[in-house]
């Protein structure tokens, strides 16, 4: 009896371990599967990705940096000595760059100061005090691509398409495209807030060329942006502030004046957001 009841007893231990190490092979099958496929589920996802972020250097690439209140038909815009004692006063006060904080404050406002200091030239107001807060902001910043170009002559920014090519390489490459597109959004928003506050005097600054080419810009932050939320939705917020003005889509200097006209405070909301 107490044999058949030992044989038994081994019968079952034998079970037993086999049924544990079916178990532990099942179990590590599954993990091994379920491992599988969280892996390639984040390599599809980092494909797309970087699928994502290819195009969308591919958009940043056609932004198309303007002659911005520098050329006219006759060759310049000129202002009368009555014009010039009236300074602006929308103007963002230079001084304020001591307070941002985000590297994302910074990036936007050296996009908005260099637009700021063309109108201060052209009202033969004191630049320098410009050229000290963005000069700051580049050193805060520490983006060599951006310093480089930057830093480049005002005709050479808006001739030379491969230095901006390799502005938008370099940022990618450095990882920063994100802070591309937040310099290159707060420039164009900038330039659009200046036209806006003295349509009837800038406005004929443009061809209806230059008119296309500024709008059009709106239209490559529009994809670049939607493309960018895709890959990082932090930036959902600048693509959220920029979404009122996304109609704006001139071919001509008469449409561009009523879609100004139009959105003006989509405009000027829009731009005080930026460097909050």
Not at 125 to 141: Q, R, S, Y
Not at 151 to 172: G, H, K, Q, S
Not at 188 to 203: A, G, M, P, R, W
Request: proline share 4%; net charge negative.
């Amino acid at each position: 009896m107490k044999k058949v009841l030992y044989a038994v007893m081994a019968i079952a231990v034998v079970l037993s371990v086999a049924s544990c190490k079916n178990n532990n092979k099942k179990q590590a099958q599954e993990a091994e599967a379920v491992d599988y496929s969280e892996a390639t589920a984040e390599k599809i996802l980092a494909d797309e990705i970087n699928v994502d972020l290819a195009n969308l250097v591919e958009s940043a690439k056609k932004i198309k940096p303007v002659a911005f209140l520098k050329t006219q038909k006759d060759g310049k815009l000129v202002l009368s000595d009555k014009e010039k004692k009236v300074k602006p006063d929308y103007l963002i006060a230079p001084e304020s760059a001591n307070d941002l904080v985000t590297l994302s404050q910074k990036y936007r406002a050296v996009g908005m100061l260099t637009s700021d200091k063309i109108i201060a030239e052209l009202y033969e107001m004191p630049t320098n005090v410009f050229n000290e807060a963005i000069f700051k902001l580049l050193k805060d910043i520490n983006d060599p691509a951006l310093e480089a170009f930057f830093t480049l002559p005002p005709m050479d920014i808006e001739t030379n398409r491969e230095a901006f090519a390799t502005f938008v390489d370099d940022e990618y490459n450095e990882g920063r495209i994100n802070f591309f597109w937040e310099g290159i959004a707060a420039l164009t928003v900038e330039q659009v807030y200046i036209l806006s506050q003295n349509i009837d005097k800038f406005l004929p600054a443009f061809t209806d060329e230059t008119a296309a080419d500024i709008t059009y810009n709106f239209v490559c932050l529009h994809d670049g942006l939607t493309k960018t939320v895709n890959a990082s939705p932090e930036m959902e917020s600048l693509n959220e502030i920029l979404k009122p003005l996304y109609v704006i889509n001139a071919i001509t200097v008469d449409e561009l004046k009523g879609q100004l006209t139009q959105v003006k405070d989509e405009i000027a909301a829009a731009r005080e957001q930026l460097l909050k």
